[in-house]
């Protein structure tokens, strides 16, 4: 069964760092882009980060560029969000999702997210 796990989330303070993962396995993960999206209470689910599947590409939101790099490696079958500099406004759960390269328009593969939580 194909399966995508997210870890690294947790309680850090404003201006700290996190880096979270995505571990995927049972299905193709070097053919599929990855995705990091997060949504936080009584908000819209929004699109934070985006790699294609050979890791040439990247594309942020205005909200994190410069602060979160996404990174992924084939082999392990993994993929990284680093996020620098964090903010309350950052507080979400965040999740990782595969969509493949031929069908972009997919919903693809989703994890059930790790929390992050900014605050003092």
């Known amino acids: 069964q194909v399966q995508i796990v997210e870890s690294g989330g947790g309680l850090v303070q404003p201006g700290g760092s996190l880096r979270l993962s995505c571990v995927a396995s049972r299905f193709s993960f070097s053919n599929y882009a990855v995705r990091w999206h997060r949504q936080a209470p009584g908000k819209e689910r929004e699109l934070v980060a985006h790699?294609?599947?050979?890791?040439?590409?990247?594309n942020y939101a205005d909200s994190v560029k410069g602060r979160f790099i996404i990174s992924r490696d084939n082999p392990k079958n993994t993929a990284y969000l680093i996020m620098n500099n964090l903010k309350p406004e950052d507080t979400a759960l965040y999740y990782c999702?595969?969509?493949?390269?031929?069908?972009?328009?997919?919903?693809?593969?989703w994890g059930q997210g790790t929390q992050v939580t900014v605050s003092s």
């Open positions: 790699i294609n599947n050979a890791g040439s590409i990247t």
């Open positions: 999702n595969a969509v493949p390269r031929w069908d972009p328009q997919s919903s693809g593969y």
